[in-house]
C-alpha cells in the first residue's frame, strides 16, 4: 500500500461536492442543527506567492479595490448566515485561514477582526421560544457595537457618559459609566488628563464596582497600573473574597505581575472584593487583570450608543472573561491565525494580538534557502528569522512553525537542521507536513516521487521532536505538552462549521456545503469574482449530503487518524453500534497498524506513518466515484 496517498483533513474532499439542485435555504440547512458549540472559519484567498506544491484555493495578486470587495462580501454572507443560524448560535473556536490572511493590510485585518468580533460575540436571545430562525437584531451587525479585544480607551479630553453599558456576558454598568471591562487582550486604558467617572460597574463575572469608578478590569498575570504619577496603595488586602480599602487609585488582585498604582489624581476606594469583587466609591483602578498590561490612562474608548435609552456599549466581548488555558481571546473564544514569512509584519500581527489572537501559525516549509526554491517558496533565511522573532516578541501564546519533507535535494541533514531551527523559537506546536505532487500546481507540472525518502525523513522527524520532550497527535502535529495549545470545547467529530468566504466550507449534521472548488488560477479568479459579485448569500449552492453511513465514517477519520484514536463509548453512544460492527479495519490490524482495547481504537506508531493509506482506504465508494470523476479546474 503507497503510503502518499491524500491528507484526510477533511471527509469528504470538496473534490466529491456537486452543485445543488435545488438549492436549500441556508435557514433549512441549519434549522435543527445543534448551534451551541460553532467552529467559525473566515478565509482569505489571497496570497503574496503561489507555492509550487500548493493546490489551496487562493491567487496573487490582489489589488486593494478586490480585497475591499472581498470584505464588502464577507459581511453580506456574514450576515445571511447569521440570520439561518438564528440568536441561539455560539461559537467556540475560530480561525482566519486561507490563502494568507495577512496579506491583507493592517486596516484590512482590524476590519476582518471586527466583523469576527461581531460574528462571536453571542446576542441575546428573545423571550420567546426560539425556532433557530429567528432575524438578527437590526444592531447586531453595526459595526461600531462591538469592538472586542483591542485596548479600551476612556476619553482623552471629554468625558463621555452613559446610563448604562451591557456587557456580551449580560452583565451590567449603569449610570454615567465609562468603562474597559473586561478586555481579553488589548490594555485597558482610562483617561490621561481627564477624570472620568462613574457610578456603577458590573463586570463580566458578575462582578460589581459601584460608586464613581473608572475601571479596567479583569485581567491576571502581567502589570496593571492605574494613571501616571503617584498614588496611594490601599491598606488591606484579604486574599480569596480579598478587599481593598480607603483611599486609593488602586490595582487589584494580581498575584503575579507587578500591581502599581499611579499617578497624578489620586482617587478614593474603600473596598474592592475580587471575584465578585467589589470597588466603590471614586477609584481610578486596574482590578484583576490578566495576561496583558491594564493601564487606567491615555486616549479614547470605542464606545457606541446602544439602546434607546441612549446608553453606550463599551465592547466588552469575552463572555465573562472566558479563557483558554487563562488567555482571554476574541469574545473569549479561541482564535488561530496564518501567516506568512512576508506577511508576519509588525503592524499586522499588533492588530491580531490587539484582537485576542491565541494561535499563529507560520509556513516556514525549510530553512534552506536552496530547499525552499526547489519548492518553488522563493524566501530568504533573514526573512523568516525576523518573522519569527516578531510573533514571539509581540507575544501570542502559541506559535505553530509548518515544516515540509521530502523536497527534492533536501538530504537527513538538512532536514534535521531546519527541525532545529524551529526549535529555537520553542514553538508551541510543529507540523511537519510530506511533500505532494498534485495535479495543476506548479510540482505538479515538473512531476517527481519521493515515497521512501518520505518515509525515512518523516520517522526521522518525528523521534526527533519526541526526543525533545514534544508530544504526538496525530501524523503531521506536534505539541508541547502543558502548552495552551490544543485546547477548546468544539469537538470536529460533532460540533457544526460554519465556513465564510468563496474558498470556506461548512459542515452540519446532514449537508456539507460551500462554492466550487479550484486550483487553476484562472478559474480561481473567476470563482472569487463571482462571489464578490453575489447580493444574495442565503442558499448553499455546492456540497455533499451526508448520510448515516457518511457520518460514521467521517467520525471514524477524524477520531481514527488522531494518537489518542477513536472512544468506542463513544461512537456507540452517537450511533448505537461498534465501529467494528460498521466499518471493517482487518486489513489495517493484520500490517500491525491497528491497537484494540474495549475502550478505543488507535493506530500504532507505524499506523500514525501510514495516516495517507489508511485515511484514503476508508473512503465510502461512493465517495471514491466523485472524487474521481471530478473535473478538475
Not at 478565509?43 to 486593494?64: D, K, Q, S, W, Y
Not at 526549535?423 to 505532494?436: A, S
Not at 484494540?596 to 465517495?623: K, Q, R, Y
Request: net charge negative.
Amino acid at each position: 500500500m503507497k503510503p502518499y496517498q491524500g491528507y484526510v483533513y477533511a471527509y469528504p474532499h470538496k473534490t466529491a461536492y456537486r452543485p445543488l439542485d435545488p438549492a436549500p435555504a441556508l435557514r433549512d440547512v441549519w434549522r435543527d442543527e445543534d448551534v451551541s458549540r460553532l467552529f467559525l472559519y473566515l478565509h482569505i484567498p489571497f496570497c503574496e506567492i503561489r507555492c509550487g506544491f500548493c493546490n489551496l484555493f487562493t491567487r496573487t495578486g490582489a489589488p486593494e479595490s478586490l480585497t475591499t470587495a472581498y470584505l464588502d462580501a464577507l459581511e453580506r454572507q456574514a450576515e445571511a448566515t447569521l440570520d439561518a443560524l438564528g440568536p441561539t448560535a455560539r461559537f467556540t473556536q475560530a480561525a482566519f485561514g486561507g490563502g494568507t490572511p495577512t496579506y491583507l493590510t493592517a486596516p484590512e485585518l482590524t476590519r476582518l477582526c471586527e466583523l469576527a468580533t461581531r460574528l462571536l460575540t453571542p446576542h441575546p436571545t428573545p423571550p420567546s421560544t426560539p425556532t433557530g430562525n429567528e432575524p438578527r437584531p437590526p444592531s447586531a451587525m453595526t459595526p461600531a457595537t462591538r469592538s472586542s479585544a483591542g485596548s479600551a480607551r476612556s476619553a482623552v479630553e471629554a468625558a463621555p457618559t452613559a446610563s448604562s453599558v451591557v456587557a456580551a456576558s449580560g452583565s451590567q454598568r449603569p449610570s454615567g459609566s465609562v468603562t474597559a471591562a473586561p478586555l481579553s487582550a488589548g490594555s485597558a486604558r482610562s483617561a490621561e488628563g481627564a477624570a472620568v467617572t462613574a457610578s456603577s460597574v458590573v463586570a463580566a463575572s458578575g462582578s460589581q464596582s459601584p460608586g464613581g469608578s473608572a475601571t479596567a478590569g479583569s485581567l491576571l498575570e502581567e502589570e496593571a497600573r492605574a494613571a501616571a504619577g503617584t498614588a496611594q496603595i490601599t491598606p488591606s488586602v484579604v486574599e480569596g473574597g480579598w478587599q481593598r480599602e480607603s483611599g486609593s487609585a488602586t490595582a487589584a488582585l494580581l498575584p503575579e505581575g507587578e500591581a502599581q498604582a499611579a499617578a497624578g489624581v489620586a482617587q478614593a476606594v474603600p473596598s474592592a472584593v475580587g471575584s465578585g469583587s467589589q470597588g466603590s466609591s471614586g477609584s481610578a483602578a486596574a482590578v484583576s487583570l490578566s495576561a496583558v498590561s491594564a493601564r487606567a490612562v491615555v486616549e479614547v474608548v470605542q464606545a457606541a450608543p446602544c439602546a434607546a435609552d441612549g446608553s453606550v456599549e463599551v465592547l466588552s466581548v469575552t463572555q465573562g472573561l472566558p479563557t483558554t488555558q487563562g488567555v482571554p481571546a476574541v469574545s473569549g473564544v479561541p482564535l488561530a491565525v496564518e501567516t506568512s514569512p512576508g506577511t508576519a509584519t509588525r503592524d499586522r500581527l499588533e492588530v491580531l494580538k490587539r484582537y485576542g489572537t491565541e494561535r499563529v501559525s507560520i509556513g516556514v516549509q525549510s530553512f534552506v534557502e536552496a530547499e525552499a526554491r526547489a519548492a518553488v517558496r522563493p524566501q530568504r533565511t533573514e526573512e523568516v528569522v525576523g518573522a519569527l522573532d516578531t510573533i514571539r516578541d509581540v507575544g501570542f501564546p502559541v506559535l505553530n512553525i509548518d515544516l515540509i519533507y521530502g523536497i527534492d535535494g533536501q538530504t537527513a541533514e538538512s532536514w534535521l537542521r531546519s527541525i532545529d531551527r524551529a526549535l529555537e523559537w520553542q514553538p508551541e506546536e510543529l507540523y511537519l507536513y510530506p511533500l505532494y505532487v498534485r495535479p495543476l500546481t506548479g510540482l505538479g507540472r515538473i512531476g517527481g516521487d519521493w515515497d521512501d525518502q518520505r518515509l525515512r525523513l518523516y520517522r526521522l522527524g518525528r523521534d526527533h521532536l519526541l526526543s525533545k520532550g514534544y508530544e504526538q497527535v496525530s501524523m503531521r502535529m506536534f505539541r508541547l505538552p502543558g502548552s495552551r495549545a490544543g485546547t477548546g470545547e468544539y469537538s470536529c467529530q460533532e460540533d457544526g462549521m460554519v465556513g465564510l468566504g468563496c474558498g470556506a466550507r461548512s459542515y452540519t449534521a446532514n449537508l456539507h456545503y460551500s462554492f466550487e472548488y479550484a486550483v487553476h488560477a484562472t478559474e480561481v479568479r473567476a470563482i472569487i469574482d463571482d462571489y464578490v459579485r453575489t447580493e444574495d448569500f442565503t442558499r448553499a449552492l455546492v456540497g455533499f449530503p451526508m448520510t448515516g453511513d457518511e457520518r460514521r465514517r467521517r467520525h471514524l477519520l477524524q477520531s481514527l487518524l488522531q494518537a489518542e484514536g477513536l472512544d468506542r463509548h463513544a461512537y456507540r453512544a452517537r450511533f448505537g453500534t461498534d465501529v467494528l460492527a460498521d466499518i471493517d479495519l482487518t486489513p489495517f490490524a493484520r500490517r500491525g497498524w491497528l491497537e484494540e482495547t474495549p475502550d478505543t481504537l488507535a493506530l500504532t506508531p507505524e499506523g500514525l506513518a501510514h495516516s495517507d493509506a489508511i485515511g484514503p482506504a476508508l473512503f465510502s465508494p461512493h465517495v471514491h466515484t466523485l472524487m474521481n470523476t471530478y473535473r478538475a479546474r
